[in-house]
């Protein structure tokens, strides 16, 4: 599936209290298949993923 995205830009769009696994694995399989990833939140800069049982680190974005 290497550089089958190569080329194009893909947005994922994200908001406080995602499940992190939810983001990161879908992230990774589109940079391994060549994409560009903007992750993105009308949230501000700041937000913040639920981790398993808790609260994951705050992470910035980019604004929307």
Same mark, same amino acid.
């Given at each position: 599936? @290497?550089?089958? +995205? &190569?080329? $194009? !830009? %893909? /947005? %994922? +769009?994200? @908001? ?6 939810? +983001? ?5 399989? +589109? $940079?391994?298949? *060549? /994409?560009? %990833?903007? =992750? =993105?939140?009308?949230? *501000? $800069?700041?937000?913040? /993923? #639920? /981790?398993? &049982?808790? #609260? *994951? &680190?705050?992470?910035? #974005?980019? !604004?929307?």
């Amino acid at each position: 599936m @290497a550089n089958q +995205l &190569k080329d $194009k !830009r %893909v /947005a %994922v +769009l994200v @908001a406080n209290g995602f499940e992190e696994v939810e +983001l990161t694995k879908p992230v990774e399989a +589109l $940079k391994e298949a *060549g /994409a560009t %990833v903007d =992750i =993105i939140s009308p949230e *501000g $800069k700041t937000v913040r /993923a #639920w /981790a398993e &049982k808790d #609260w *994951g &680190k705050d992470s910035r #974005w980019t !604004r929307i």
